[in-house]
Structure formats: structure tokens, C-alpha cells
């Protein structure tokens, strides 16, 4: 395993500038998630890196050794592809075999065989091992070419959307099961999602990109409780961050260049003190329920736990605890003062 | 699906049959002058100008024996002095009171044709596969008008080139040759061939040789190990198309080619017999030479179906 660094990374389709001066360092063991919007630049991040895409300016570190001109198979990555991902004309144990039978590594039958057999068991697709790679399901193709990065032991692994296309349950078995093997094997992974469950429980850090700047980076909980930015705080969280004018708090204690005050869903509170709003609709998720407000015509949402017995069209009060609240000025930059509680 | 389930895609039963029906027709059609070929290859060569023609007729192998021998017409005396005929074929030439003098020339044209035909093929999948791949996959400047012009060599009827290439030809020594009727054939298909196999190429994602690439291998191997693979089809296909217009190709053939080269389709009108044009003989010319083109169709039919439709049902 190695660590990645990238250093004022440049890439432009035409006149797309899909990433810009992109800089970004990925430690020994760690594993970083990109987060985006789609076209960020997320995609081309992973290529830059793998050496599929070359980089109009800026440098591509692996373990310290500048790699920028070097040809995709001797960067030793693993890249699990947004789709298809696996070869139509092989089985899948040919599949898992192919990186092994590279004229770079050349193992022999033997050890191909020990260690394809060891991973399919690892995914639980051993019973799959004769099927033509087109003959599986969705779920099993994507376990197959997760399967195809991790027969190596390569110094960097390149993740996109790797559990994209599977059913809610298989995408937590793997993502719990990816996370022990990260560990076990101390694997350097870039990893991108759009799932902010996967981001908030699989990352060391969190990186969120936008029109190819990297917004910020960040453990987690420091991204979902102190954003930099407007932009950043709104792509965590669902119900998204509610934005509100700062005239429609009364009594409110902000810095004086606040332009809009975030304050999560789940940090409404809806005691019968506070701001009137109307209820527009109650969603009951099972373990919560999602409350839909309109208040002086700002739209806004609040998280309650447990099932809520409010009802559609009366009218309630909410408050926000001041140290939940989130400042931001007129450029969207977040301000100090707020969100103490992260 | 079961007997009874209507689906709305499906055709019904009795548009089936219908279909079947137009088949059918058509086939009979298309095949009665394949069938008469083979029926005259099959006959006297009185009975295969005699009128009205005959259908029913008593089958013999003349014209094939003609096809591969030459022979000399002699005296009853001669004839009687000769010992016994040793094999069926002396017998029948005998008693039409000649001997077989040697073997004809189709036996080596029929292998030129082999040799010019599949050896152009190669050929031009070889080149065409390469040229197609760096079309598909590169940055090639002026990309659009190079392959226009490409297909554009393909405009005119490639006969009307015949003077300047036959002057050409005479020039560099290739009149006559294997050498230069593989290079014409292969310069006429090889734009199509281009274009075709650009199609096909351009339908595999290129996430597979990234894939392999990323996997530890050389663009050229990812290309043999990856993409040739699942070109099959198309590259079939293609090959089809070229071997047809390189096994069929008369007029070239004629102009260039006498003796060494010669290739089978300018030699078959020219079988004379005895009187004329020896038809069984031609015919039997001709029905050997539909042979390979027929099998290889039928070995290829599977790829050829699939890349007629131009990759609609791939996946
Ligand atoms: N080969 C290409 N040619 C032209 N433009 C491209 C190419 N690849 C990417 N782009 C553009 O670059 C930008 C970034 O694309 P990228 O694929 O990195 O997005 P992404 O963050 O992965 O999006 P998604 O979440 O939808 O996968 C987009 O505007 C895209 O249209
Ligand atoms: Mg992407």
C-alpha cells in the first residue's frame, strides 16, 4: 500500500474544465470518498489518477514516485469502474484470473487458482466461478469486479460507485464487509460515492468536489457539522440542510455578515415555542418522521424521531438551539460563531 | 412461452406462417439457377442443350471428368489396341471413343482462386481490424475526412481504375501474380472493411481495455486479450463480405491474370469442348466453385446474422 498525492491537478474536455487545480492527498491506509454532484469531476479524479485520463497540468504522486507519464499498468491500481466492469467473453473465474495472468505479474495456476477461489469466498460468488460474466445479476457482477481489484494487492484502490447497482441490504453487507477488509489489509482506497450513508461510514476523510475545485476535506462528522460552505453543507444530510433567512429567526445572536442560517432537520425543534409555520405534510419513515413546514413562505423541513402524531394543515411553533446553527455569508462561506456542537 | 400467453411483440402464430410462406418462395427462386446449375453439371452434353430441356434425365459424371482432364479424340484401331480401362473415368472418356491426355488447368486455377481469395481476406481484416481500432479508439487529426476519403475510393466502380492499374501493373511486375491480385482485392475491400469493423469497434466500451490496461496490460495486448474477442462478429462479417467480392471478381481477373495467377471464374467460360462450349463441364466448374464460399457462409452464419443487424441485439 502507498499514499497518493495530487498537486494542482488541470483536465479540460473542450471547453469543460472537469477538474481545477485539484489538489489532493490520500495517506497510507486511508480511505477518502469523493463526493459530488454529478459531473464534479469525480470520474475523471480516478482516471487522472489511474492514467487514463492525462492531466493538462499538475502532478500524480503514488507512493512518492511521480507517475504523471507513466502507462496505466505499471501505476500498480485496482479500479473498480462506474459500469462495465467485467469482461462479456470470460467466466468469472477468468475474470478474477486476468490481473493475475498479467505479463507484469505472471503467478502461477496454482496461486491464481488459491487466491481467485479465496476471494469468490470472500464475496460469496464461489458457486458463480464457471458463469459467463453476462449470465449474473447486477449484484453479482458488481461483487465480481470488486472481486477483480482485490485478488491483487495493489498499491492504491480506485472505487466508483462500486455498490451502485445493488439492493439496500447486499450494499450494507458489502460496505460493512469492505470497510473490514480495508482495515485488515490496511488498503489505500479513493472511493467514490453519491450514497451519503456509504461517505459517512466507510470514510476516513471526506472530500466533496464541485465544478472540479475540491470544496472541502474533511473527517465526517467535521464536514457534516461544520461545512465550509454553503455547497458543501447542503450535499450531506436528507432531508437536506434547510437554509433560512436570518429575519425569519427571532432574537437571533449571528454575526453580522450572515446572509442565511443553516440549521439541520433534526435540529427543529417543535416544542410550541418559537416561529409559527404551517404543517404541509408528514412523511413517516419508520423510525422517523419527516415534517414538512412552511413558515413566511420559506419552505423547510424537520426530523423527528419516533412516529409523530402531528397532522397536515395545523399549525406549529419550532426553535433552533442557537449552538446548532450554521452562518453563512453572502458568498456562502460559512462564518464563525456557529455549529459549536461538531 | 406457453401456447395460450399472447405477447404483443410476438408475432402470432399465423403471421409466422405467413412469414415462412414469403420465405419459402423466395428461397425457390433465388435457388432454381443454383439448382439448374447443378442439375446440367450432372448431364450429357447433349442433354444439357437439348430443347425443351430436360428435367428428367439419366445422371452421369462427364462433366466433372471433363472439368479436371484434357483428352485426345483417336482411331477405333487405337482404341482397340489399348488394354483394359483401370478406373470408371477412363472407361466413360473411352467410350466416347477418346483418351485422357493429361489433367486440365481448373485444379490449379481453383487453388488460386483459394490463395487470392482467402489470402486477400486475411489481408484486409488484418489491415482493417488495425485501422479500424485507431479510428475508434485515437485522436487522429483530420479523423472525419480521412475516413471519408477512405470510403470514398469505394465511389466509383473499381473497373473504371482498369487501364491505369493494368499500365501500373505491367510497370512493377505484378500482372499475373498472387502478389498482385491479393493487393488489388485487398485496396478494393479494404474500405469497407474499415468502415464495418469501425462500427463494431466503436460498440465495445473502451472501459475494457481500460480495464485491462489498469490490470497490468500493454494496449496491444489489452486489444488481442479484450477487444478481438468481442469483435468476432463484426470481423466475421466483414470477412464474409470480402471474400465473396474477391471469390466472384471477373474483370480484373481477366485483364490481369493469363496464366500463373489466373483465378477460377475468367478459366470456367472458357472449358471448350468438343463443338463449343462444353456446358456440364462449365457447370460442374461452377458448382465446385460456389463450395467454399458456401461453407464458410454456412461455418460464419451465426456471426453473419448478428452482424448484419449491426449489433442490435448485442448487448
Ligand atoms: N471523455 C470526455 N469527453 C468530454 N467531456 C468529458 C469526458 N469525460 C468527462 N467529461 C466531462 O467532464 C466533467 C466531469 O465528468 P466526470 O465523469 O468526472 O463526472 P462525475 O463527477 O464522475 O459524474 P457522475 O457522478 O455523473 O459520474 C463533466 O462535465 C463531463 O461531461
Ligand atoms: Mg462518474
Redesign the interface.
Known amino acids: 500500500m502507498a499514499e497518493l498525492a495530487l498537486e494542482g491537478i488541470e483536465k479540460a474536455f473542450g471547453t469543460t474544465r472537469a477538474l481545477d487545480r485539484l489538489d489532493l492527498d490520500v495517506a497510507d491506509g486511508e480511505l477518502v470518498v469523493l463526493l459530488g454532484p454529478t459531473g464534479a469531476g469525480k470520474t475523471t479524479t480516478l482516471r487522472t489518477v489511474a492514467g487514463l485520463d492525462r492531466p493538462d497540468a499538475g502532478r500524480v504522486l503514488i507512493g512518492g514516485v511521480d507517475v504523471t507519464s507513466e502507462p496505466p499498468a505499471v501505476r500498480d491500481v485496482a479500479f473498480v469502474f462506474q459500469q462495465y466492469s467485467l469482461y462479456p467473453h470470460y467466466t468469472v473465474f477468468e475474470n478474477l484470473a486476468f490481473p493475475l495472468r498479467s505479463p507484469l505479474r505472471r503467478q502461477s495456476a496454482a496461486v491464481i487458482r488459491e487466491r481467485v477461489e479465496t476471494i469468490a469466498r470472500m464475496l460469496k460468488i464461489e458457486s458463480k466461478l464457471q458463469n459467463r460474466a453476462t449470465r449474473l445479476s447486477g449484484g453479482e457482477m458488481q461483487r465480481v469486479a470488486l472481486g477483480r481489484a482485490l485478488v491483487r494487492e495493489p498499491a492504491l484502490f480506485l472505487m466508483d460507485e462500486p455498490l451502485s447497482s445493488l439492493d439496500a441490504k447486499l450494499r450494507e453487507t458489502l460496505r460493512v464487509e469492505l470497510k473490514r477488509i480495508q482495515q485488515e489489509l490496511g488498503a489505500t482506497i479513493l472511493y467514490v460515492t453519491h450514497d451519503q450513508i456509504e461517505a459517512m461510514t466507510l470514510a476516513d476523510r471526506i472530500g466533496v468536489l464541485e465544478q472540479g475545485r475540491l470544496l472541502q476535506i474533511a473527517p465526517p462528522r467535521e464536514i457534516y457539522g461544520r461545512p465550509a460552505n454553503v455547497d458543501v453543507a447542503r450535499r450531506l444530510g436528507s432531508p437536506p440542510i434547510n437554509l433560512l433567512p436570518p429575519q425569519l429567526l427571532p432574537d437571533l445572536e449571528a454575526p453580522s455578515a450572515t446572509h442565511v442560517v443553516g440549521v439541520r432537520p433534526e435540529d427543529l425543534v417543535l416544542n410550541g415555542r418559537g416561529v409559527a409555520s404551517a404543517i404541509t405534510q408528514v412523511e413517516h419513515l419508520g423510525a422517523d418522521t419527516v415534517v414538512a413546514l412552511e413558515a413566511n413562505e420559506v419552505r423547510l423541513h424537520a426530523l423527528v424521531s419516533g412516529e409523530s402524531r402531528l397532522e397536515t394543515g395545523t399549525t406549529i411553533h419550532f426553535s433552533v438551539a442557537p449552538d446548532a446553527m450554521l452562518f453563512f455569508d453572502a458568498d456562502g462561506r460559512r462564518l464563525d460563531g456557529g455549529g459549536e456542537r461538531a | 412461452m406457453s401456447a395460450t400467453a399472447h405477447s404483443v411483440i410476438e408475432p402470432t402464430a399465423r403471421e409466422r406462417r405467413f412469414a415462412a410462406t414469403l420465405i419459402v418462395i423466395y428461397a425457390l427462386v433465388t435457388m432454381l439457377p443454383l439448382v439448374w446449375i447443378f442439375m446440367t453439371s450432372l448431364k450429357t452434353p447433349q442433354d444439357s442443350i437439348s430443347y425443351p430441356p430436360k428435367v428428367v434425365f439419366g445422371p452421369t459424371l462427364e462433366g466433372y471428368v471433363n472439368l479436371f482432364t484434357t483428352r485426345t479424340r483417336q482411331t477405333p484401331e487405337y482404341m482397340a489396341s489399348l488394354p483394359p480401362p483401370e478406373t470408371w473415368w477412363d472407361e466413360l472418356v473411352r467410350s466416347r471413343n477418346m483418351v485422357i491426355a493429361g489433367p486440365s488447368k481448373f485444379g490449379e486455377r481453383f487453388l488460386n482462386s483459394v490463395i487470392i481469395g482467402f489470402g486477400s481476406t486475411f489481408l484486409t481484416i488484418f489491415l482493417g481490424t488495425l485501422a479500424a481500432y485507431a479510428f475508434s479508439r485515437f485522436r487522429v487529426p483530420l479523423k472525419d475526412d480521412l475516413l471519408f476519403f477512405i470510403l470514398s475510393t469505394r465511389m466509383m466502380p473499381p473497373v473504371a481504375v482498369a487501364i491505369p492499374i493494368f499500365l501500373m501493373y505491367r510497370q512493377l511486375g505484378l500482372s499475373d501474380t498472387h502478389l498482385g491480385m491479393i493487393l488489388l482485392y485487398t485496396a478494393v475491400n479494404l474500405s469497407l472493411a474499415v468502415w464495418l469493423l469501425k462500427g463494431f469497434m466503436d460498440e465495445i466500451?473502451r472501459?475494457?481495455e481500460?480495464?485491462?490496461?489498469?490490470?497490468?496490460?500493454?494496449r496491444l495486448?489489452a486489444f488481442r486479450?479484450?477487444v478481438l474477442?468481442?469483435a468476432t462478429t463484426g470481423i466475421a462479417a466483414t470477412a464474409i463480405f470480402c471474400l465473396i467480392f474477391a471469390w466472384n471478381e471477373y474483370a480484373f481477373a481477366l485483364l490481369l491474370t493469363s496464366g500463373t495467377a489466373q483465378t477460377a471464374p475468367p478459366f470456367i467460360p472458357t472449358i471448350i469442348g468438343e463443338g463449343g462450349l462444353d456446358w456440364p463441364a462449365v457447370a460442374a466448374g461452377a458448382t465446385l466453385f460456389l463450395l467454399p464460399v458456401l461453407v464458410f457462409t454456412i461455418l460464419l452464419r451465426k456471426h453473419l446474422l448478428r452482424g448484419i443487424t449491426f449489433g442490435a441485439v448485442r448487448?
Do not use: L
Not at chain 2, 481500460?210 to 500493454?218: Q, R, S, V
Open positions: 466500451p472501459e475494457y481500460e480495464a485491462a490496461m489498469i490490470d497490468g496490460y500493454t495486448q486479450k479484450v474477442p468481442q448487448k
